[in-house]
């Protein structure tokens, strides 16, 4: 078996972006002979599996400081943590963020997803194309949704050697989406994270602080009553906080709707220690930006939560999965951790309560399936993001195979009103069984897109009417790309996980996206289809075959309707229904979704 490492070198660049994040190496290692250096690899053993979870920090490290990853940084990466070079380079491929190839210092992301491909992205993309040719010193790359889609079309440029430095216009115009990548010291200020038109009635209680306080100071949080909740936590004591959560009917907002609770309790009770959290911040769904928002206008409420939700299920290490298009969030939310540590809020002795915890900050790359919580917990142990066969189950064998609690940021931070005005009061909100407040990422055809917080059991009308639907809606579309199409005479349908799946369709993560009668239909709907053929990982065949057939026979059938398409569309039936019934993950079971909806409750095609 050959075990020989590529003969490319590190730069000295590059093997410093290695150390910055490893410290110095080992001196044993620096100096050894090929054949020892290779037998230490061969090996593996303890180290490789203890210091692996730092490989995708590592790549990050390289990838932010030179602009892509040479075999040589690789190599050097792989030594450091005794990594197979081939996985690792497995590793790297997985990621659309990352390059293995030489490119530009500057990568211009410019979204082509549905609401940005609505609002004008194809003569966007077009105009910037012409202005960066080659030598330009920018690369220009087309992207799926950026989470940016209030912002439609949207562009996000990153600068190699200085990933927190970004730029973005909003909405993204040729010449300011140019300044950013070439001259962003000159380009339009990246907009504030900023909630939705405030609306009447009742108060907020997710959104209340973004945009009013200042997002770096934990002093203006405290001021924000801030921190109540967590001395709330501490008198009530673990199994009193699960019992609060429990009897206020919070389920995860991400999408399956499962008991926040019990999934907590299950996890507190396995005996099998430690015990792990993980706040999943990687929202890659097409039209979701709600996460984004509340980590850059309010990033103490998640670190309160995450300290809340880790002390009830007696967790001393939690994880946040952040996407690799959120480098504002990164940094907001890291240096709240920061402030937070320096001030007792994290640490051996958070508030004196004898509490330890500590929040490590992890980032996606560009990889939807990320968002699927068993190909999160692979991502961040160091491997390819692709999903677990369940079960085991999380609560039992999650992250590094222990009992780990998944929630996203939108979950979390709900137990922060829950606290405060206590289980009946929040019950109270929202109807029998969809309780409290939701939040909704409104974009596409109307003149305030935003985030906005309302009760369960709002209806989608009421929605849309204060977001200012455009007159000649033909169509919404509820969840995402993996969500479902309503017609303009079914606003009625009342925004409960119950009401929706009722009237035959989903609400998945909150996304609303509605399209006038200027949107051509069946070329969105080919978007959906190379949207999840591209973020397919390929493992199960149902899932890899389908999505690529999906997409070819909606590319054959785009510009024909009736008899002329009734072949593929029968196609399309069959592969649906074998993606839904045989996939591993939920990427190919709902990877039909929208288009069967479009199909049957729109007639596309007819």
């Known amino acids: 078996m050959d075990l020989h490492f590529g003969d490319s070198k590190p730069t000295d660049e590059e093997r410093a972006a290695v150390d910055a994040l490893l410290g110095p190496p080992e001196s044993s290692w620096e100096g050894a002979d090929r054949?020892?250096?290779?037998?230490?690899?061969?090996r593996g053993g303890r180290a490789a599996r203890d210091r692996r979870d730092l490989l995708l920090?590592?790549?990050?490290?390289?990838?932010?400081?030179i602009g892509w990853i040479s075999e040589g940084a690789l190599d050097y990466l792989c030594r450091r943590l005794t990594v197979p070079p081939a996985e690792a380079y497995g590793v790297a491929t997985f990621y659309a963020m990352f390059s293995v190839r030489p490119r530009p210092a500057t990568v211009l992301h410019v979204c082509t997803d549905l609401?940005?491909?609505?609002?004008?992205?194809?003569?966007?993309?077009?105009?910037?194309?012409?202005?960066?040719?080659?030598?330009?010193?920018?690369?220009?790359?087309?992207?799926?949704?950026?989470?940016l889609c209030e912002r439609a079309p949207a562009a996000l440029a990153i600068r190699a050697g200085d990933p927190v430095r970004t730029a973005v216009s909003a909405p993204a115009a040729v010449e300011a989406a140019v300044l950013a990548a070439s001259a962003p010291d000159a380009a339009p200020e990246e907009p504030p994270a900023?909630?939705?038109?405030?609306?009447?009635?009742?108060?907020?209680?997710?959104?209340?602080?973004?945009?009013?306080?200042?997002?770096?100071?934990?002093?203006?949080?405290?001021?924000h009553g801030g921190y109540t909740a967590l001395r709330r936590a501490f008198e009530l004591g673990p199994?009193?906080?699960?019992?609060?959560?429990?009897?206020?009917?919070?389920?995860?907002?991400?999408?399956?709707?499962?008991?926040?609770?019990?999934?907590?309790?299950?996890?507190?009770?396995?005996?099998?220690?430690?015990?792990?959290?993980?706040?999943?911040?990687?929202?890659?769904?097409?039209?979701?930006?709600k996460d984004r928002v509340l980590m850059e206008g309010d990033p103490y409420a998640l670190v309160e939560a995450i300290t809340i939700a880790s002390y009830a299920i007696s967790a001393h290490r939690a994880f946040v999965y952040i996407r690799g298009e959120y480098p504002r969030a990164v940094h907001r939310l890291q240096y709240a951790i920061d402030q937070a540590r320096a001030r007792g809020l994290l640490g051996d002795d958070i508030l004196g309560q004898g509490y330890r915890l500590d929040i490590e900050i992890r980032r996606g790359a560009g990889a939807y399936i990320c968002g699927e919580e068993t190909a999160l917990f692979n991502s961040?142990?160091?491997?390819?993001?692709?999903?677990?066969?369940?079960?085991?189950?999380?609560?039992?064998?999650?992250?590094?195979?222990?009992?780990?609690?998944?929630?996203?940021?939108?979950?979390?931070?709900?137990?922060?009103?829950?606290?405060?005005?206590?289980?009946?009061?929040?019950?109270?909100?929202?109807?029998?069984?969809?309780?409290?407040?939701?939040?909704?990422?409104?974009?596409?055809?109307?003149?305030?897109?935003?985030?906005?917080e309302l009760p369960f059991g709002a209806t989608l009308g009421e929605l849309l009417e204060l977001a200012g639907v455009r007159e000649g809606l033909r169509a919404v579309l509820l969840g995402g790309a993996a969500g479902g199409f309503v017609r303009p005479d079914e606003l009625g349908v009342p925004l409960t996980?119950?009401?929706?799946?009722?009237?035959?369709?989903?609400?998945?993560?909150?996304?609303?996206?509605?399209?006038?009668?200027?949107?051509?239909?069946?070329?969105?709907?080919?978007?959906?289809?190379?949207?999840?053929?591209?973020e397919s990982c390929g493992q199960c065949v149902p899932c890899r075959v389908g999505t690529v057939r999906q997409e070819e026979a909606l590319r054959r059938i785009v510009e024909r309707t009736g008899a002329g398409a009734a072949d593929d569309i029968a196609l399309l039936r069959e592969v649906g229904r074998a993606m839904r019934d045989a996939s591993i993950c939920g990427l190919g079971q709902t990877a039909w979704n929208a288009v069967e909806s479009a199909i049957d409750r729109l007639g596309a095609y007819e």
Request: hydrophobic letters at 35%; one cysteine or more; glycine letters at 12%.
């Open 35 to 42: 054949t020892d250096a290779d037998l230490r690899w061969a």
């Open 57 to 65: 920090p590592g790549l990050h490290a390289v990838n932010d400081r």
């Open 115 to 147: 609401a940005c491909t609505a609002a004008g992205a194809g003569d966007l993309c077009a105009g910037i194309e012409a202005r960066l040719g080659p030598g330009s010193g920018v690369s220009v790359e087309r992207s799926p949704c950026l989470g």
């Open 194 to 223: 900023v909630a939705a038109v405030p609306q009447a009635g009742d108060p907020s209680l997710l959104l209340r602080r973004v945009g009013v306080v200042d997002a770096s100071s934990l002093d203006d949080y405290r001021a």
């Open 239 to 289: 199994a009193g906080v699960i019992r609060e959560v429990t009897d206020s009917g919070l389920v995860g907002r991400g999408g399956a709707a499962f008991p926040t609770g019990r999934k907590w309790q299950a996890t507190a009770s396995q005996p099998d220690h430690p015990h792990y959290l993980v706040c999943n911040a990687d929202e890659s769904e097409p039209g979701t930006f």
């Open 380 to 452: 961040i142990e160091g491997y390819r993001g692709e999903p677990r066969s369940k079960p085991p189950f999380p609560v039992e064998k999650g992250l590094f195979g222990k009992p780990t609690v998944e929630n996203n940021v939108e979950t979390l931070v709900n137990v922060l009103p829950i606290l405060t005005m206590g289980a009946p009061a929040y019950a109270a909100i929202g109807t029998g069984r969809s309780t409290g407040p939701k939040l909704f990422c409104v974009s596409g055809s109307v003149e305030r897109p935003g985030v906005y």
């Open 497 to 534: 996980f119950e009401g929706t799946r009722e009237a035959g369709t989903t609400l998945g993560s909150g996304v609303v996206m509605a399209f006038d009668d200027t949107v051509p239909l069946p070329r969105l709907l080919l978007r959906i289809a190379e949207f999840f053929r591209d």
